[in-house]
């Protein structure tokens, strides 16, 4: 049985549902915005978040209101089929990926509230348990490029790792730091990307260097020439990917077969697409590992307990969100105890 057979058919009974804003100044030039979404019915409550990276959708969602008819008799598959035909924006999404995010916020708050309403946890309607949870701490290293900030959190953390988002103005004396600290479990290109302010364009001669500086991490996201192509062709086993990656199909379509890939909860929008690509992952002997979209609320516990219960010792970049700021002492550390709720799709 896939495990979408295992929740797909659970009876679901939806009042309502309301939208609660959350903000953060995470840095300076980044006001992070998120909505958590609140569907009740049957005296229960569910919970999900939107991950949207455009602060003004947030707000226009606020100003509409929960006006979408999403109240009724469902099982879970029935309502998420109701839901793909909701116009869940006022206005068309400045990327087309943003569809995928807000979908996700309702179909996990919707699996959370089916769950308690039929007294189950995820792990026991999926036949899992929970294990502590390896993961990454992510992010660039500044500019000009510095592994000062990872030093500092190495002194706190000893065991900690990292997932770097790379740029073209690392130096072979950088790249040399990063290897001496031997603390780097992949190098984020961001080379899929594009129309956001990460891209970065292909880059063969950083491929190369990093590829050569770094012969255990893994690779992801570059983007492909013929100049790419021949210069990772070598290590077709470490390159891995994650924004491209929204459905089976796309693992699927990759130009080398992967080892592992990044399965972003949010970006496959359903919780049915979500589960199949767990399932041909497993089936195909292909690791996989979570990310995270800067949530700032219920969104990094049920990432974190997807990871517990379907990938828990791959390099997960679901810190706890603590770690996406200064470094601080006191943290929870890797591998991270996640506590179920004992209904729900939620950790405590």
């Known amino acids: 049985m896939s495990l979408y057979d295992k929740v797909k058919d659970l009876p679901l009974e939806v009042d309502g549902y309301e939208l609660d804003p959350l903000e953060l100044q995470a840095r300076e030039d980044f006001l992070r915005k998120t909505t958590v979404i609140r569907l009740h019915?049957?005296?229960?409550?569910?919970?999900?978040?939107d991950v949207t990276y455009d602060g003004e959708a947030h707000d226009l969602m606020q100003r509409r209101g929960p006006t979408l008819p999403l109240a009724g008799q469902w099982t879970l598959h029935r309502f998420s089929q109701h839901l793909s035909a909701q116009p869940l924006f006022e206005r068309e999404p400045s990327m087309h990926a943003f569809l995928d995010y807000r979908r996700w916020a309702?179909?996990?708050?919707?699996?959370d509230l089916a769950l308690r309403q039929n007294g189950l946890s995820l792990g026991g309607a999926l036949g899992r348990e929970t294990k502590p949870v390896e993961f990454v701490t992510s992010g660039p290293l500044g500019s000009p490029p510095s592994t000062e900030k990872m030093r500092a959190w190495l002194a706190l953390y000893p065991g900690l790792r990292?997932?770097?988002d790379s740029?073209?103005?690392?130096?072979d004396e950088l790249l040399a730091e990063l290897a001496a600290t031997g603390a780097v479990d992949s190098i984020d290109f961001k080379g899929q990307y594009h129309g956001t302010i990460v891209d970065q364009p292909p880059d063969a001669d950083l491929y190369r260097r990093v590829a050569e500086a770094l012969p255990d991490?893994?690779?992801?996201?570059?983007?492909l020439t013929e100049e790419t192509i021949a210069v990772l062709d070598p290590h077709a086993d470490r390159v891995t990917w994650d924004a491209i990656i929204h459905s089976v199909e796309d693992i699927?379509?990759?130009p080398w077969p992967p080892k592992t890939v990044n399965v972003k909860p949010s970006r496959f929008g359903s919780v049915e697409r979500l589960f199949a690509a767990y399932d041909y992952c497993e089936a195909n002997g292909i690791g996989a590992y979570g990310g995270g979209q800067w949530e700032l609320g219920p969104g990094r516990g049920q990432i974190q307990l997807l990871a517990a219960l379907n990938h828990p010792t791959t390099p997960n970049d679901v810190a706890p969100r603590e770690y996406n700021l200064d470094p601080a002492a006191g943290l929870p550390t890797s591998p991270l105890t996640v506590t179920p709720r004992e209904t729900g799709f939620l950790a405590v």
């Open 106 to 111: 309702f179909e996990s708050a919707a699996l």
């Open 217 to 223: 991490a893994w690779l992801e996201d570059p983007g």
């Open 41 to 49: 019915g049957g005296g229960e409550e569910g919970v999900g978040e």
């Open 162 to 164: 990292f997932k770097l």
């Open 252 to 254: 699927q379509g990759l």
């Open 167 to 171: 740029s073209p103005e690392w130096s």
